[in-house]
């Protein structure tokens, strides 16, 4: 009756763990459990809060042996709630944060349970980045691992793109490493395919030089907003190399849009074309563009964590014509209340050089990410929200660019031929297979998930 799990079982596990357990009924478990998406409540048999490679391959092990379901927790923030299972075990990262940076060689090197704020905080002391995310409470290791669009991603590409190494602890416990010279079909997979290959305790980026860029975002509000929306996308179908830009539209409790745009500019000039475009645009309400530090650029959009519901649905686009945006702002009022928001993200620029890494990341040539993402607090709202969501994204597929979605931004329901189209037939099953050789019984099935073939 080995795979029982009993209280000496578990105390056993403790013992032999540097880091620390935690357990139902213990004061830390509420908020141990919990993660970015309310609308995820499950309660796991046990919390094991590593704090090196061993524990992890401990964790991994002891899993196995009672056959208990694993998920893996770096930032806690992907929506699918895919870092908490019901009456599993996770392994929880949040305890190993160290972000390492040598500023000769422009490297740094992160551990497996770091976010953004550690990464750009380290990085930033030198007067370096690497383009992550745009909140940074997010975990490094599952956004770069899923692709990673940011306020830098015109000018150097996804986040995926600088990851040069990586030290993993596979479901058989051993340690392997991924780098142009050692596994690289590894480091291939790491760059798009998720967590599916083993639990990451270190991960190694290059680094450039930034520490200032004009950013700030500009509001606006009412019949103006269809105009900024046909002003941004000719501003960004320019595919100026220097500036990125995603916005999101939302209503305010009138059914008024209002629409967001977070320009991030790191060009030679104060006041560029671009800016002064977008600035012109009709319904402009608020601007607060100027130039700050990148830190000040990643504090700009912040949500709260585990407060509220989220559902997100979305599709790569080929393009935004005029009955995309007029579709959009159907949808937005659709609902009769504020549904959330509609995120609108532009791929230009570096993240489609074709010198850039080799990598399973399925969407490089689209033009535009476009989520549908529901968000309330009231569960009584659960299934009318969800249903905006799937019906938004229903309206926006006739655009879509392969079918498929963004893994970061994805929910758990989503069926494998949604993520096959995402990263095309080819490299779906070269996936499927590296997946076979790293963990071919998907111990590490809590993620957009990759079954082994
Ligand atoms: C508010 C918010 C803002 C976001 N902003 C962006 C953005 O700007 N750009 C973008 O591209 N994405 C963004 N995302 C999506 C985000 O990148 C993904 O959801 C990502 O999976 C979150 O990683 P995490 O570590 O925080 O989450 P977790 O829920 O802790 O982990 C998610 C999954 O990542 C994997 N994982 C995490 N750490 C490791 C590790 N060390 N080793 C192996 N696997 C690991 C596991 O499969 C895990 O199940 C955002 C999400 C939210 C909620």
Redo the contacts with the bound molecule.
């Keep these: 009756m080995e795979n029982v799990l009993s209280k000496s079982s578990v105390d056993e596990l403790q013992r032999s763990l540097s880091g620390s357990l935690i357990r139902p009924g213990d004061a830390e478990y509420d908020r141990a459990r919990r993660?970015?998406n309310a609308l995820i409540d499950r309660r796991p048999a046990v919390i094991a809060r590593c704090v090196n490679a061993d524990d992890v391959a401990i964790a991994l092990g002891f899993a196995q042996a009672y056959e208990l379901d694993v998920?893996?927790?770096?930032?806690?923030?992907?929506?699918a709630g895919?870092?908490v299972s019901d009456g599993g075990l996770v392994i929880d990262?949040s305890g190993m944060r160290r972000v390492a940076v040598d500023a000769k060689e422009r490297i740094a090197r992160a551990d497996?349970?770091a976010t953004w704020l550690d990464f750009d905080s380290a990085t930033q002391a030198h007067g370096l980045i690497t383009p992550g995310?745009?909140?940074v409470s997010?975990?490094v290791?599952?956004?770069t691992?899923?692709?990673?669009?940011?306020h830098l991603t015109a000018q150097y590409g996804l986040t995926c793109d600088h990851l040069i190494g990586a030290e993993l602890v596979v479901p058989d416990g051993t340690v392997v490493h991924a780098s142009a010279g050692e596994n690289p079909d590894l480091l291939w997979g790491l760059r798009g395919g998720?967590?599916n290959f083993?639990?990451?305790m270190r991960l190694e980026f290059r680094l450039q030089p930034l520490q200032y860029v004009v950013g700030g975002h500009l509001v606006y509000r009412g019949e103006g907003v269809r105009e900024a929306l046909r002003c941004y996308r000719e501003v960004v179908t320019r595919s100026p190399r220097d500036l990125s830009c995603q916005v999101a539209l939302g209503v305010d409790q009138s059914l008024i849009p209002v629409l967001e745009i977070f320009p991030c500019y790191t060009g030679p000039e104060e006041n560029p074309e671009e800016l002064r475009s977008l600035r012109a645009a009709p319904g402009l309400i608020e601007d607060n563009l100027r130039r700050h530090a990148f830190l000040d650029q990643q504090r700009l959009i912040d949500?709260a964590y585990g407060e509220k519901r989220h559902y997100w649905k979305g599709h790569f686009v080929r393009e935004i014509p005029d009955e995309l945006l007029d579709e959009l702002l159907r949808r937005i009022v659709a609902l009769g209340r504020p549904p959330g928001g509609i995120m609108i993200e532009s791929l230009h620029g570096a993240s489609k050089d074709a010198d850039a890494p080799p990598g399973a990341v399925g969407f490089r040539g689209a033009a535009f990410n476009v989520s549908l993402m529901a968000v309330w607090k009231d569960p009584a709202l659960d299934s009318e929200q969800i249903a905006w969501a799937r019906e938004s994204a229903a309206a926006v597929e006739p655009w879509s660019f392969n079918g498929g979605g963004y893994v970061?931004?994805m929910q758990a329901d989503e069926p494998i031929e949604r993520l096959r189209a995402t990263f095309g037939a080819e490299t779906f099953d070269r996936l499927q297979k590296l997946k076979q050789r790293y963990d071919p019984r998907n111990i590490?099935h809590?993620?957009q998930n990759i079954p082994p073939n």
Excluded at 71 to 79: D, I, K, Q, S, Y
Excluded at 145 to 150: E, L, S, V
């Design positions: 993660g970015f998920a893996v927790r770096g930032g806690g923030h992907n929506p895919h870092c990262l497996g349970g995310g745009v909140v997010t975990g290791a599952g956004l691992f899923g692709g990673g669009i940011g998720g967590g083993g639990v990451a949500t970061n931004y590490l809590r993620n």
